[in-house]
């Protein structure tokens, strides 16, 4: 059980396997249970991998294993934030081992028992061991003494948890090899030959000096242009897998946000002037803002302008404030404001401090490091005592900058050193032999009670707000279209939320809209929802507009776009021939330029490497780069007008070496990564119908 404790203790977040590679973002499952025969039809399917459907029963297996691995290294949490990333955890796992893992086998990757050997036990320690901060000695440096005691402790171990955790590990460990494996096997298909070395480096070396003309398009709509049913049909066709869709819904929503009336606000105004005298004579303030304020004491010093953040009647009033005076009450917004000095000093900003930790047994010696610490090498000693030998730091010994908002709790008095001063405090760390090595120049800072009356809705003002929530669902009589004569009829605005994911747990800037969605997701188009209550703050009353299917965008619903797109290339293929014409005979820029009404731009140090960086028609820049130098070129249909111009120099550089190309290979390699786990996916068929459960 000390093991397990020690790797509670350690693990400050849910143990996952950090494969610094951009293609596995998915938490590899050591679970090698097989799934059993399932009971459940598909309609209690999670979702669907490669054609075989994920039952329910299966899938919360998995989170309950997780959950556990995230107890034994976390304690028990039951947040939604959390449960969340479980669920997600339990599901990439899915992914993993149905998608990830076969795809690197098949290419013939595999891990003998001599080397899953050396990662756990040879010279080539897993990354799995030597990131999992359980496995580190005092130094932070990766123990294999560590390693062996948790090993060995299983057996002995009746929970069976030292089991599980290892187990755990070593599934990470043999899944994480086989892809790192698989990823080296990628890389080097990313082979850059001699010849494709040496253009890069020519192409980033030389940039243009270009003279050019533009006729814009404009957006007018030219009604001689016309783009056919056939056209677009066409188009649609031979660019079907760019119009690929997740499944999502169109809704229109009126919502109803309770705030507090004006009898509200007034009893709220009440209450403070009922307190606000003992307020005023009170001398421990910490604890009468915490029986009656509705925010805590905060013992933050403020210096000049920080209070105007919260309130400019507070900084107006700290300016000239002295300790005990006080600002009677005054009202922003919903919220009644009264305030009192409480102390004022004059102090830094920051402090920079070193420490000598000493825990346990050694905190007895702090009174004798310290009379030799005021006198001695602190680094030394630091370097010798201390329990805290971070390697990461300059001097041994060093803490850093402090300020109030970046503080070890307890540690606060040092903000109230001197330079130089050498003192011992406790935190709960253990006992500190502390030095403040320097420190920003003191100023005058004020810790000021805040005392804050916020007034909230009664229920009679809840119940108003549901009442006119109410008459809209009403009205609707489960009809999107009464919905909406309804909502013109109340004076209440309809907000429209296009495309809304199935699991989608917020809509607009409103959180913990799950119920909404979940509504949308078991309705027709043109229904109403009832009245769907948010954080016990929000009325929602919610139609559902449209349901887009995944997969392609029907045609009907992407023809616009694609008559818009084809008509654009049209207006380009017209305005060229038609400016083809009117410079016929020029033989210069500046001919073409006159001949065209317009006037000739000029542009220097052009490159083709930065197609994106120079704000310039990427169709031009690609014609320059391809063009002899004093020579008229032109009509270049581009993205937003025609082109005429004309290369008047090239400069040649040296700035961009081999280094700089291979590195750009190697980005274009992360470019592939990272869309390989997409392809994937994609061929695998991934459906995550999770949102039918949770």
Known sequence: MALLEKIRVKMGAFITVLIAVALLSFVIDPSTLQSAMSVFSSKYDVGEIAGEGIPYQDYQKKVDYFSQIYQMTNGTSSDDQTQDFINNTAWQNEITDRVLIPAVEAAGVTLGEEELYDLTQGTNISPVLLQDPSFMDENGQFSRERVAQLVQAIAQDQTGQLGMYWGYLENNIEKSQ??????????????????????????????????????????????????????????YEKNKNSFKQAESRDLEYVVFEVVPSAADVELASQDMEKIYNEFVTEGNVKNFLARNSDQPFNPYFYKEGDLATIATELEDFASKAKVGDVLPPFQQENAFIAAKVVDIKQMPDSVFVKHILLQGENEAKADSLLAVAKKGNFAELAAQYSADQNPNVAEAGDLGWMTQQYMIPGMESVLNAKKGDVFTLKTTYGTHIVKVTDATKPMKKMQVAILVKEAVASKVTYSDYYAKANDIATKSEGSLEKMNAAAKEAGVS??????????????????????????????????????????????????LKAIHEEGFAPYAEIAPTIKSYLMMQKKGEKVAAETKAQVEGASTIEAVAEKLGTTVSSQSGIAFSSLTSQQLDPKFIGAIASAAENTLVGPVVGEIGVYYFTVKGKETGAFYTEDDAKERNRQIYTAVENVVPVILLDKAGVKDQRYKFF
């Open 494 to 543: 309809v907000y429209p939320a296009l495309r809304v994911l199935p699991g989608a747990k917020t809509l607009a800037n409103y959180q913990h809209t799950r119920e909404i969605s979940r509504w949308a997701n078991e309705n027709e188009v043109g229904s109403v929802s009832p009245i769907i209550t948010v954080d016990n703050k929000y009325f929602f009353v919610v139609g």
């Open 178 to 235: 086989k892809v790192a494996k698989y990823l080296s096997l990628l890389e080097h298909s990313m082979f850059m030959s001699p010849v494709e070395l040496n253009r890069m480096i020519a192409e980033n070396n030389t940039s243009y000096n270009v003279d050019f003309v533009v006729k814009p398009y404009g957006f007018s709509v030219d009604s001689s242009i016309v783009v056919s049913d056939s056209e677009i049909k066409e188009y």
